[in-house]
């Protein structure tokens, strides 16, 4: 498409080999308005390196150990516009990804970000489990323009639990500043950030329609903090910011089912 660049940059965190990376950067070229493309990864390897040779995409590495927050900030700093998308590499996007962003926020006085309904994948088959469906559920206050800016409505979205599918947010990094993820958390940071978020003065920009595809599989990140407990305590720590102790309890109860969904 013969336009320029938007004010928008799709910053995908890479690890490692992944499989699935050369998809989810193919999507992200596949979209029906230009816009950028960068690589952040802070385990360099050749399968990375030729995939951003192969797509003519800048390769930025971090020196250190790998840590998702450093990361995240990293990925995040890197992009030179308002606008930023920090893309999962094991996840894929619709086409129009960056056409609906871009029509969504216009509407709004003062967007701090953006995020789309999200369809699972699983075994290269995508369809709404149902933790798709009750997250789905719990983001409809964000449909309506009203309560998208109001931070009663904004933090009830995360209250029963993450709501927020991490890879279909777009963050807006002029108005938010540099290294805006500060959570101390490790499988949570997401959530963390999204209450960070909620708390802010603007609206969070939600459309219904599933632009995003998250991938689940045994080797996700996801499968191993379960594995762990780290999740299940996370997750409770998380709860606790919204709810005195017995309900969190009874939270926990339901919500450890919600990790079935990633077992195979």
């Keep these: 498409m013969d336009?320029?660049?938007?004010?928008?940059?799709?910053?995908?965190?890479?690890?490692?080999?992944?499989?699935?990376?050369?998809?989810c950067i193919r999507s992200l070229l596949r979209q029906s308005v230009k816009?950028?493309?960068?690589?952040t990864t802070s385990t360099p390897c050749a399968h990375i390196r030729c995939l951003a040779d192969k797509y003519g995409i800048p390769l930025y590495i971090r020196e250190g150990k790998s840590d998702i927050?450093?990361?995240?900030?990293?990925?995040?700093?890197q992009a030179k516009t308002g606008w930023v998308t920090l893309s999962h590499?094991?996840?894929?996007?619709?086409?129009?990804?960056?056409k609906a962003f871009l029509d969504a926020v216009r509407g709004y006085e003062n967007p701090i970000a953006f995020l789309s309904d999200y369809m699972p994948v699983k075994e290269r088959r995508a369809g709404r489990d149902l933790?798709?469906?009750?997250r789905r559920f719990l983001r409809t206050p964000l449909k309506y323009r009203a309560l998208a800016k109001r931070?009663?409505?904004?933090?009830?979205?995360?209250?029963?639990?993450?709501?927020?599918?991490?890879?279909?947010?777009?963050?807006?990094?002029?108005?938010?500043?540099?290294?805006?993820?500060?959570?101390?958390?490790?499988?949570n940071i997401d959530w963390d950030t999204f209450l960070k978020l909620a708390e802010e003065e603007g609206a969070l920009v939600y459309i219904d329609k599933p632009l995003t595809f998250y991938r689940i599989h045994k080797?996700?990140?996801?499968?191993?903090?379960?594995?762990?407990?780290?999740?299940?305590?996370?997750?409770?720590?998380?709860?606790?910011?919204?709810?005195?102790?017995?309900?969190?309890?009874?939270?926990?109860?339901?919500y450890k089912k919600a990790y079935d969904t990633y077992q195979h």
Excluded at 35 to 39: D, E, F, G, K, R
Excluded at 69 to 77: E, G, L, P
Excluded at 89 to 98: C, I, M, R
């Design 35 to 39: 816009t950028n493309l960068i690589i």
């Design 151 to 187: 931070r009663f409505w904004k933090k009830a979205v995360l209250a029963f639990g993450n709501s927020i599918c991490a890879p279909s947010v777009t963050y807006h990094k002029a108005r938010l500043g540099q290294s805006y993820f500060t959570s101390e958390m490790k499988f």
């Design 69 to 77: 927050r450093d990361d995240w900030n990293f990925a995040y700093n």
């Design 3 to 23: 336009m320029e660049p938007t004010n928008h940059t799709f910053a995908v965190c890479a690890y490692k080999e992944s499989p699935y990376l050369e998809e």
């Design 131 to 134: 933790n798709a469906r009750i």
């Design 89 to 98: 590499q094991d996840d894929v996007y619709g086409a129009d990804y960056v």
């Design 219 to 254: 080797e996700a990140t996801s499968m191993a903090f379960i594995k762990s407990h780290k999740r299940e305590r996370e997750d409770a720590v998380m709860f606790r910011k919204f709810w005195p102790g017995w309900v969190v309890r009874i939270l926990m109860q339901f």
